[in-house]
Structure formats: C-alpha cells, structure tokens
C-alpha cells in the first residue's frame, strides 16, 4: 500500500494499485499450473493476510495441508476443490473453509480465469506435500481420484 494511503484502488481486471503479481511458489517446490498471488493485506495489526490468487484456465494450486485455517472467497470464475475428503464445484462468491491438517487443492475450469481471496494467520507454518502413500489413499475414494487425475 503506498505510504499515507488507506485506499488502494483497482488497476484493470484483478489487480490493485501498488500490488505485484507474484509467482505462486518457487519453481519446482510443488506441482502447480498457471497460477500467481498477490498479497492484498499484510499489516501487523490485523494478525492476518489477505491474498488473492488467480490461475488461468486448466491451471491448479498445490495439493497440501498445514497446520494453520485457510477462509476462501470465490472471486471470479469456478473450478473446482477439493477439502478434506469433499470435492465440490465452485464459483463467485462462493465460501470454502479449510480445517488444520486438511488436504486441498483449487482447480480451475477450462474455459476460464479462477480467482478466489484467501485468508491466513500472518504466522503459518510451511505446507505439508503428500506422500506416495498418502496419494494412494487419497486416489482410493473415487471422486478424489478422478479430480486429482483432473
């Protein structure tokens, strides 16, 4: 946010004033597709941060788990999640909480962009990968198989 200023206006489709896209993570660190964030809210006395992520058509966040809650808005477009052992379709405004310790991962529609706002603690620890075996029962339920085969 620039210095002296409250208010942060949009530039264009799904950015803001002084707010840099970023890559998503470092390349290599975890599977993902066409996917960036941008930090929206980063201030000590909020206790939080607000970002929002936009993955382009087919694109996919990283299947992982953390200790810390993660709240989601819907933002623009639809795809789908998976959280926990639920797999659902998702589209503007809808909400998605997600637990400590649970799954998830964000999959965007073919046809369009899929935009969500993401609520997190300022401190949060580092995602948790599956393992070959966690995979393996994952993929087990039928429904995860086939999104994450997506």
């Known amino acids: 946010m620039r210095e002296g200023s409250n208010i942060r206006k949009a530039e264009g489709s799904f950015h803001w004033e002084g707010v840099e896209p970023l890559s998503y993570k470092e390349e290599g660190s975890a599977p993902f597709k066409a996917i960036t964030r941008q930090v929206l809210f980063d201030r000590p006395e909020l206790g939080c941060e607000l970002r929002y992520f936009e993955m382009q058509p087919g694109g996919h966040s990283t299947l992982e788990r953390h200790e810390h809650v993660?709240?989601?808005?819907?933002?623009?477009?639809?795809?789908t999640c998976l959280v926990g052992a639920e797999v659902r379709g998702v589209a503007a405004p809808d909400l998605v909480f997600i637990p400590p310790l649970t799954w998830h991962q964000?999959?965007?529609?073919?046809?369009?962009?899929?935009?969500?706002?993401?609520?997190?603690?300022?401190?949060?620890?580092?995602?948790q990968l599956p393992s070959e075996d966690e995979l393996r029962r994952l993929r087990q339920d039928p429904a995860i198989g086939a999104f994450l085969d997506g």
């Open 70 to 79: 993660h709240a989601v808005m819907i933002f623009r477009g639809g795809g």
């Open 106 to 127: 964000f999959r965007a529609s073919a046809d369009e962009p899929f935009g969500f706002l993401c609520m997190v603690n300022t401190e949060r620890d580092k995602p």
